[in-house]
């Protein structure tokens, strides 16, 4: 039970933090222009996003990884988490353009959270399953 409680919890945090990344990419430009009014300057350092997209990754793998393992074998959660990194990569590599970097990173965020909520309902559809006693 301990660790059923630890995969969804995951994918409430990892969703979340998706939705912020999104949120962060899409309204970084207009935040920056008031960053030295509010003392946000440090919101322009390449590293705070990169760590960002490191714990995402981290906490993507383990939700979705241990959503698959334990409940439900669906691969469909992690397949969309992948399009979801591939899509923030491509911003950053293709970000010569900053409306390019944007549309692709919060896209990017908006599909990793849609991955979590995929693997939580995998979740969920699972233990209904077994709590009816039917195997798919």
Not at 6 to 14: K, W
Not at 58 to 77: P, T
Not at 97 to 123: C, D, M, P, Q
Request: glycine share 8%; aromatic share 10%.
């Amino acid at each position: 039970m301990k660790n059923q409680f630890i995969g969804l919890h995951l994918d409430f945090i990892g969703f979340s933090a998706s939705m912020l990344c999104a949120v962060h990419c899409a309204a970084l430009p207009f935040l920056l222009s008031l960053a030295p009014l509010a003392g946000l300057q440090f919101l322009e350092n390449p590293w705070i996003e990169y760590c960002i997209i490191l714990l995402s990754f981290f906490i993507a793998s383990n939700a979705l990884i241990h959503g698959y393992r334990k409940h439900h074998q669906k691969k469909l959660s992690l397949l969309v988490a992948i399009l979801g990194f591939i899509l923030i990569a491509v911003g950053h590599l293709l970000g010569s353009s900053e409306w390019v970097e944007i549309v692709f990173t919060s896209l990017g965020g908006v599909t990793i959270a849609v991955a979590h909520l995929i693997n939580w309902r995998h979740i969920k559809l699972s233990e209904k399953m077994v709590l009816n006693g039917s195997t798919e």
